[in-house]
Structure formats: structure tokens, C-alpha cells
């Protein structure tokens, strides 16, 4: 596709549910990353990816959250046993090149998750 | 944690006026991105700015990086109903793992 694309755009779940996100980089980027936004403040990094391999998870509040992206394509956040306070707008981007630096990052327009 | 910090929190201008919003940080940076949010919309790239770069133009957006006070702005110019957004700043350090780290942003509303 021309863009990042997100689904599903929005999610309502119940507490103690498990949720999956996907993310479909645009086509060839070897970099995709997972942010999550919080009503009124800026993306909180999570994790992200050269490839398939994961380079960096420090982001990840917890064991509950994990993202795979086993053929270095579609990517999939997961958050287990959700409580409401992981509800936010979940962000998926992606860079031609590995890692942010000089790169222009490019984001999908995010899956807003609530968790009642 | 977020490494930059947008200054001011919001703004409030008319059409025409020219809009500043400033970003400051803590540890040295590889560059700077500044990116826009519309509401309920994705976030956009408006400009880079590399850490041996001053200045920087694209359009009505005019970015400036000084390195010594670590901080950073924007300026739009003859600013327009569609520019109300919100506005980023992201770092990148590459001590940092090479990702982008972002602020809290800058509220702008543009009125008619």
C-alpha cells in the first residue's frame, strides 16, 4: 500500500481480554516501530524492529505487551490480560532505512484501543 | 521518558500571524524531526535538522537547532486555518538506540 496501514483502527475490549494489533509497514521498509499516545501528550516509544529482529524493547511497560514481525514485513502488537489503563492510541511506523537517525519515519494513523 | 519538551504548551493565533513554538532537550542529539498531528489524524514529518545544522527551511516552516542550549524551534509564517494541529518535536541520539524520542507538543489553533 501507499501507507502505513493500521488495523483495526479502533478496538474496544474488555478488561482481561487479549488484544492484537497489526501493523503493514510500507513496502520495503526494513525499520518499523510501535509508539502508544496517550490523549493529549506526544508518542511513548515501545519497541522496533530492523527486519525481523527486534532491536529495542526497553519501551514495553511490561510482560503483558509483545510485538513479533517474524518475516520482517506485518508486524503484531500484543497485549495480554489488557486493564484499562493500556487504553491509548497505538502507533505503527516505519523508515526505508534501519533506525531513525536521518531517516524520515513515516506512521500509520493508529489503532485506538479502550479497555472497559 | 520524553526527551524533548515543547514550549509553549499551547497557542492561540489569527490567520496570517506567524506562529513559534520552541523544543527543549537534555542529552546531545544525531538530529532533530518535528511532526505534526491534526486531530484525530496520523502523525506527520515536517522537517529534519541534523546536529551540525542551524538552520532550516521547507515552505512556511522555518526550523533553527542550537546545540549549545539544546533546543530547538519552529516557526510557521503567514500562518493558515489548516496549519491548527498539534506539534512534535523528536530526537534521535543513537547512544539512545537509534529511535525517535518525542515530546509532549505544542497545541496550535489557527483561527479564521
Known amino acids: 500500500g501507499a501507507g502505513v496501514s493500521q488495523s483495526p483502527r479502533y478496538k474496544v475490549t474488555k478488561r482481561g481480554q487479549d488484544v492484537a494489533l497489526r501493523c503493514d509497514p510500507i513496502?520495503?521498509?526494513?525499520?518499523l516501530y510501535w509508539y502508544r499516545q496517550a490523549l493529549g501528550q506526544g508518542p511513548e516509544f515501545l519497541t522496533y524492529?530492523?527486519?525481523?529482529?527486534?532491536?529495542?524493547k526497553s519501551g514495553l511497560p511490561n510482560d503483558r505487551f509483545s510485538a513479533e514481525r517474524p518475516e520482517g514485513s506485518i508486524s503484531t502488537l500484543t497485549i495480554q490480560r489488557t486493564e484499562q489503563r493500556d487504553s491509548a492510541m497505538y502507533r505503527c511506523?516505519?523508515?526505508?532505512?534501519?533506525?531513525?537517525?536521518?531517516?524520515?519515519?513515516?506512521f500509520g494513523e493508529g489503532s485506538w484501543l479502550t479497555v472497559v | 521518558s520524553q526527551q524533548g519538551e515543547e514550549d509553549p504548551q499551547a497557542l492561540s493565533i489569527q490567520e496570517g500571524e506567524n506562529a513559534t513554538m520552541n523544543c527543549s532537550y537534555k542529552?546531545?542529539?544525531?538530529?532533530l524531526q518535528w511532526y505534526r498531528q491534526n486531530s484525530g489524524r496520523g502523525l506527520v514529518h515536517l522537517i529534519l535538522?541534523?546536529?551540525?545544522?542551524r538552520e532550516k527551511h521547507s515552505g512556511r516552516l522555518r526550523v533553527t537547532l542550537d546545540t549549545s542550549k539544546k533546543s530547538s524551534s519552529l516557526l510557521i509564517t503567514a500562518s493558515r486555518a489548516a496549519d491548527t494541529a498539534s506539534y512534535f518535536c523528536?530526537?534521535?541520539?543513537?547512544?539512545?538506540?537509534?529511535?525517535?524520542?518525542f515530546g509532549g507538543g505544542t497545541r496550535v489553533l489557527v483561527k479564521p
Open positions: 523528536a530526537t534521535v541520539r543513537q547512544a539512545a538506540g537509534n529511535k525517535l524520542t
Open positions: 524492529f530492523n527486519y525481523e529482529a527486534q532491536q529495542d
Open positions: 511506523a516505519s523508515s526505508s532505512r534501519t533506525g531513525a537517525s536521518g531517516n524520515t519515519i513515516y
Open positions: 535538522i541534523r546536529s551540525n545544522e
Open positions: 542529552t546531545s542529539i544525531n538530529n
Open positions: 513496502s520495503g521498509h526494513v525499520s
